[in-house]
């Protein structure tokens, strides 16, 4: 074994190196100093502006007219009124076509019904006053 494994033990008289320790200091960033502003390079732009929500109102006004006409399609008004919001819904508002086509649907049903049973009224009309003119003698 040799002696200088070893530091703190055998000869005394002989040199042993010195361990010194260097101690420095981290090093950081000075901080700014208030009131200037700090430099970043060139700003950029960015424009974050409101989109307003796209049309739907047509389409959502047949929608709620074809629901309506379940209730009230005693009435002819309300689905005629709501298949002709759910035509100009389809064609003129895109975000609404869904709900546009939930009206003509079921107000496109309430107005055909209205339809045959008008049709069904004057025939059997016709037919009551044709049958009765000559029954009469």
Do not use: C
Not at 32 to 55: I, L, S
Not at 87 to 107: D, F, S, W
Not at 126 to 135: N, V
């Amino acid at each position: 074994m040799s002696d200088d494994q070893y530091p703190g033990q055998g000869n005394q008289g002989q040199h042993q190196p010195q361990y010194r320790q260097q101690h420095q200091q981290p090093q950081y960033a000075q901080p700014q100093q208030y009131g200037q502003p700090q430099q970043y390079g060139q700003p950029t732009h960015v424009t974050v502006g409101y989109q307003p929500a796209p049309p739907r109102g047509m389409s959502i006004a047949s929608m709620v007219l074809g629901l309506v006409s379940i209730v009230l399609g005693f009435t002819f008004l309300v689905p005629l009124v709501g298949f002709v919001l759910g035509i100009i819904g389809v064609r003129k508002e895109p975000a609404g076509r869904g709900m546009a086509i939930t009206g003509l649907v079921l107000n496109g049903l309430f107005v055909v019904g209205w339809a045959l049973f008008v049709i069904l009224v004057i025939g059997v009309g016709a037919a009551g006053i044709a049958t009765s003119g000559t029954s009469g003698s």
